[in-house]
């Protein structure tokens, strides 16, 4: 099993930037890639960036091409996202996950989920 805790979102202004963070416990030996979703109110959650384990690899939404950069840190079992210009849209519960096997922009693909941070961004 592995435990996954986010940490780092609030309440910004459109424009401001955010870091959150997602650190990853148990059984975290293997080799995860490491996923953001978002999911706002209302809506379907969503896939936002994806890392593969080596760190090498990395895709994200169109929605946050430019503005977002995911980054991973292996030796301290934690994975970034770095959130700039932010926009109202960019509004939602912000969700880690990790997948043992396939990385990419499927829900499906992932094993592991955290419990999401919130993310508001007034405009």
């Known amino acids: 099993q592995v435990r996954l805790v986010e940490s780092g979102g609030g309440l910004v202004q459109a424009g401001d930037s955010l870091r959150l963070s997602c650190a990853a416990s148990?059984?975290?030996?293997?080799?995860?890639?490491m996923g953001w979703f978002r999911q706002a109110p209302g809506k379907e959650r969503e896939f936002v960036a994806a890392?593969?384990?080596?760190?090498?690899?990395?895709n994200y939404a169109d929605s946050v091409k430019g503005r977002f950069t995911i980054s991973r840190d292996s030796a301290k079992n934690t994975v970034y996202l770095q959130m700039n210009s932010l926009k109202s849209e960019d509004t939602a519960v912000y969700y880690c996950?990790?997948?043992?096997?396939?990385?990419?922009?499927?829900?499906?693909?992932?094993?592991?989920w955290g419990q999401g941070t919130q993310v508001t961004v007034s405009s």
């Open positions: 148990g059984r975290t030996s293997g080799s995860y890639a």
């Open positions: 996950a990790a997948s043992q096997g396939r990385f990419g922009s499927f829900m499906s693909s992932y094993d592991y």
């Open positions: 890392i593969n384990w080596s760190g090498s690899t990395t």
